[in-house]
């Protein structure tokens, strides 16, 4: 006679030390195994949506900083993206270049947090997230020679950035594009090959290409289910096309792809960064936009590839100062729509190490 | 480049094969009748011409005396994009089909529109709030809601 | 001092209580006072690993961190949740903590000064630590939290599966020395044997480090996955308890390999106690080595190595090692200490291509 089991619910509640901020998953557990899977978030829901239709276009820009608070540039860079689309206003070419080199670190920076928190689930006890974090303190160090900022940079604004960059800028630039791929291959070094690493996350959570596509995933969700996909590449927006990078892709889409796809992007985001720094050329800025920006009536959407994913933001205007709506198409939330299948029959343990190989940040999940 | 299909050019195509489910169609946009949606959404995700096999984004605007939905379409092999729009009136229970059996993507942000606009899916399996509680009354994002 | 009190005659009156009263006291200031040594060492070692500096406020260089740390678990408020079981969870740190300690009681510091010298030492070592997951099952159970329930009864699986190859690795051991008491093992290492057991060394050392519930096999307290485990429901004195047993464990089971395998006492020029202090020490370096480095297995995965992979190998040195005693019984010479490694090589080799870490996904 079979012994029966009766499944339990257990909750993986907001407070907990690896769900990367406010989460909360309701499982189901038939003994070890996940038997459902219920996401319960909303524990940082600020009504951003509603809050920007009366603040002016300018005023929105530091609104969008605290999305996705790790990689605070690419959000400023969506939104004044959208707005230019928008209102048909040009941006000057050295203000393209340093756009695209602050929105390259700024993808290095958040996928180091990813990896290095990932890593933690993984039971590595906080090394590797630390040597991490050593490189990160060097892009932070960076962006606060910049604007004087850590986390909520808004650095971009509608038609340019917002200052010059410094002289020390470039030299401090140069030294990091140097050092940098050393200490990718570093970690590549003591962990690529790592057997336990392997045992714990190949083959675990796959995300079928298929389900992928139909999901609307993302980034290197996306990549790591074995599909080219990359709007700096299918739809270039500032200076893109003129650099030359690659795409990684995974072929199997289990944690361990989407892990090594975001390794292999921040090596592409060192060769974008170089190419971008000897292409910079001189000039102004920003360029001459009114304070009391009114658009024309139209809409737009604006989308860049954040180190998220595709970030979107949908901008309705009726030739007011403010936007008649704004709407930010949240690249980890809609990750997040095939978290039940892909958690599913694992266990608890890779439950959260699925979870954390998606890589979300709760500031956009919530908004 | 990520080419936007014109909305004038796929609208004459629709016409053909749905008559009557175009209402406006510009260069940026197409907007469809809410009857229509379901067919032509599977239209559009199943001809080999268009494939728009992935869902961009779903949004929700409140114009005064309708709510338009609109829907970014993207095919990732053919590399162009749609913005397909669709409007309901009335303000108390308005309703569209849900595109969830289509596009798995629109699941949660469906449930978004629901939740703060009070817009109705009707065919979505798990029609419940997803940012605010239950026994929330009202839907903030609507202009009329402060 | 000790050779003094060691040599007492038995009957003497009040003989026994003399050398039993003077050892107790020696050992609880001897356990506790590593203790904090090594907490001490841990924090800094990983925080060196990690590339940053280890605690290194509170006194010089940090050395007053562990005692830091202890009057504040003494002065936090102690909690009892409402719906447990208030004597199964006020007895639990209790009998988690007293098997940590009883166990030095067999361990030579030098020749002949141990509390008692059992002639089954070995046995009594093993039988007394598989009495503390009582107490954390006990633990698991009081708190009434689905969290350390589930943390309990994985731990319990755990711990059971792997006695096993311990107990295979020790017996290796015991056949080298001819003894189970611990004090002729260390006499009878002439050559420490380490170096004659190099595979059961191995075997011991990953389980014990699955015993005492330390990286690679720490799912018990792992942070990341059940918040704390089974200890997740106490705080104050009772925590403290737990958390020193955690550390005493670790403390014992270094001890016991320092014995088993390093020559315990044995040495060249310093005392011998200086000896035994400096093989301990490296032993728990490398725990805390392998702690800060490596990522932490899944539960079916530990099973798996338990049993397929430390089960077999065990026996496999078990029959080698008795098949060396039968040939040379006088005492095993150096050549052996070559053909143990290779044999060693050749198994972990084959091991390792032919066994896979299970589980994967189940149907529902």
């Known amino acids: ?367 | 480049m990520t080419i936007a299909l014109s909305g004038k050019e796929v609208g004459t195509k629709l016409e053909e094969k749905f008559p009557g489910s175009i209402v406006e169609s510009s260069q940026d946009s197409l907007l469809v009748k809410s009857e229509f949606l379901l067919p032509v959404a599977t239209y559009l995700k199943d001809t080999p011409g268009f494939d728009f096999d992935y869902l961009a984004c779903i949004t929700a605007v409140d114009y005064s005396d309708y709510f338009e939905v609109v829907y970014h379409l993207t095919s990732l092999e053919r590399n162009h994009s749609l913005v397909m729009k669709t409007r309901c009136y009335g303000r108390d229970n308005p309703s569209l089909p849900s595109v969830v059996s289509l596009w798995r993507g629109a699941d949660f942000q469906e449930r978004e529109i629901y939740d703060l606009m009070g817009i109705n899916f009707d065919g979505h399996p798990n029609m419940k709030r997803i940012f605010l509680w239950q026994g929330f009354e009202g839907h903030p994002l609507r202009r009329d809601y402060l | 001092m000790a050779n003094y009190i060691a040599a007492l005659p038995p009957d003497w009156p009040g003989g026994f209580w003399v050398h039993f009263g003077v050892f107790t006291v020696i050992l609880l200031v001897f356990v506790l006072v590593m203790a904090l040594v090594i907490i001490y060492l841990e924090r800094r070692g990983i925080g060196r690993f990690q590339s940053r500096l280890g605690p290194n406020r509170t006194g010089p260089f940090g050395l007053l961190q562990p005692i830091a740390d202890a009057i504040k678990a003494l002065t936090k408020e102690s909690i009892t949740p409402a719906k447990g079981d208030k004597w199964v969870y006020w007895l639990a740190p209790v009998i988690a903590f007293v098997p940590a300690l009883m166990i030095f009681a067999v361990i030579p510091f030098q020749d002949g000064a141990l509390l008692a010298d059992l002639n089954i030492g070995i046995l009594y070592v093993v039988a007394i630590s598989s009495v503390s997951i009582v107490g954390i099952f006990m633990a698991g159970w009081g708190s009434s939290n689905k969290y350390s329930l589930l943390g309990a009864m994985r731990s319990i699986a755990l711990v059971v599966s792997y006695e096993i190859p311990l107990g295979l690795a020790i017996i290796g051991v015991v056949l080298l020395a001819g003894s189970l008491s611990m004090n002729e093992i260390v006499t009878s290492q002439s050559i420490p044997f380490i170096l004659l057991q190099p595979l059961g060394f191995l075997i011991f050392f990953l389980a014990a480090s699955a015993e005492i519930n330390r990286s690679p096999f720490d799912l018990l307290e792992a942070e990341s996955e059940i918040v704390a485990g089974y200890h997740i429901e106490y705080s104050g004195m009772k925590f403290a308890l737990f958390y020193l047993a955690e550390y005493c464990e670790a403390l014992a089971i270094c001890a016991i390999i320092t014995t088993l395998f390093l020559g315990g006492w044995r040495g060249p020029v310093l005392p011998p106690i200086l000896w035994f202090l400096i093989k301990v020490v490296l032993v728990f370096f490398v725990f805390v080595w392998v702690r800060s480095t490596v990522p932490r297995l899944r539960v079916d995965q530990i099973m798996d190595f338990a049993w397929k992979c430390l089960l077999p190998l065990a026996l496999i040195n078990l029959f080698i090692t008795g098949l060396q005693v039968v040939v040379w019984p006088e005492g095993l010479p150096w050549m052996v200490v070559f053909l143990n490694l290779a044999i060693m090589a050749v198994l972990i080799l084959l091991w390792s291509k032919l066994f896979k870490l299970g589980g994967g996904r189940v149907e529902v």
């Open chain 1, 1 to 367: 006679m079979a012994i029966r089991t009766e499944p339990f619910v257990i909750n993986m509640g907001p407070q907990h030390p690896s769900t990367h901020g406010v989460f909360r998953m309701r499982l189901t557990l038939d003994g070890e195994v996940v038997v459902d899977l219920e996401p319960v978030f909303s524990y940082l829901h600020r009504g951003i949506e509603k809050l920007v239709e009366g603040r002016t276009y300018a005023q929105i820009i530091p609104i969008t900083d605290r999305l996705d608070y790790v990689a605070s540039m690419s959000n400023n860079l969506a939104y004044v993206v959208a707005v230019e689309k928008l209102a048909g206003i040009t941006v000057p070419e050295r203000a393209e270049y340093l756009r695209v080199i602050m929105a390259e670190l700024q993808r290095i920076a958040s996928h180091l947090i990813a990896v290095g928190s990932f890593l933690n689930d993984c039971g590595a006890y906080f090394t590797p997230f630390m040597y991490m974090y050593r490189e990160r303190e060097d892009i932070v160090d960076l962006f606060e020679m910049v604007c004087g900022q850590r986390l909520t940079y808004n650095y971009m604004r509608i038609g340019g950035v917002s200052h010059d960059v410094p002289d020390e800028f470039l030299v401090a630039l140069d030294k990091f594009v140097r050092r940098m791929p050393y200490f990718i291959d570093e970690y590549d070094q003591l962990l690529a090959e790592n057997e336990i690493l392997l045992a714990r996350t190949k083959g675990v959570g796959i995300l079928p290409k298929e389900l992928a596509i139909n999901s609307s995933a993302a980034g290197p969700v996306l990549r790591g289910s074995d599909v080219k996909w990359d709007i700096r590449k299918a739809d270039p927006y500032s200076v893109y096309d003129r650099f030359e990078f690659d795409i990684p892709t995974g072929s199997v889409g289990d944690c361990y792809d989407r892990y090594r796809v975001r390794v292999e992007e921040m090596r592409q985001s060192v060769r974008i960064i170089k190419q971008a720094m000897e292409q910079l050329p001189p000039g102004e800025v920003r360029s001459e936009v009114l304070p009391l920006l009114r658009p024309p009536v139209g809409e737009a959407y604006g989308h860049i590839e954040g180190p998220k994913g595709e970030l979107g933001f949908y901008l309705v205007s009726d030739n007011s100062i403010a936007p008649y709506r704004l709407h930010i198409r949240p690249p980890t939330l809609i990750n997040l729509t095939a978290l039940h299948d892909m958690i599913i029959g694992w266990k608890i343990q890779d439950a959260v190490i699925i979870f954390g190989s998606i890589d979300i940040c709760l500031g956009e999940v919530d908004r």
